[in-house]
Nanobody, 116 residues
Framework: VQLQASGGGLVQTGGSLRLACAASGFTFRNYVMTWHRQTPGKQREEVAFISTGGNKNYADSVKGRFTIARDNAENTVYLQMTSLKPEDTAIYYC???????????WGQGTQVTVSS
């Protein structure tokens, strides 16, 4: 099983980034996918969720600015981030799971830094 996250980088306040997480080694379409973020000294926070059927949910802190999407043909989940703020700076991780266990598999993380 592998989840390979990419797309992080340095962006100015108000800018945009699109993260991608390429999955392999399991039947992607049968798994819910989530994006999480973590900063030093803080707990990892789930920011976006997408079900196998395409239902989506977001943390209040990113609602209206982030969009999660999945491409089952490409075994990839995306996180489109717009109107970025310095407080969005974190390492972003993707995860895959089934049912209520959303984080069975984890990706390696990609750094997002938003400068003020």
């Amino acid at each position: 099983v592998q989840l390979q996250a990419s797309g992080g980088g340095l962006v100015q306040t108000g800018g945009s980034l699109r993260l991608a997480c390429a999955a392999s080694g399991f039947t992607f379409r049968n798994y819910v996918m989530t994006w999480h973020r973590q900063t030093p000294g803080k707990q990892r926070e789930e920011v976006a969720f997408i079900s196998t059927g395409g239902n989506k949910n977001y943390a209040d802190s990113v609602k209206g600015r982030f969009t999660i999407a999945r491409d089952n043909a490409e075994n990839t989940v995306y996180l489109q981030m717009t109107s970025l703020k310095p407080e969005d700076t974190a390492i972003y991780y993707c995860a895959a799971g089934r049912g209520s266990y959303r984080t069975q598999f984890w990706g390696q993380g990609t750094q997002v830094t938003v400068s003020s």
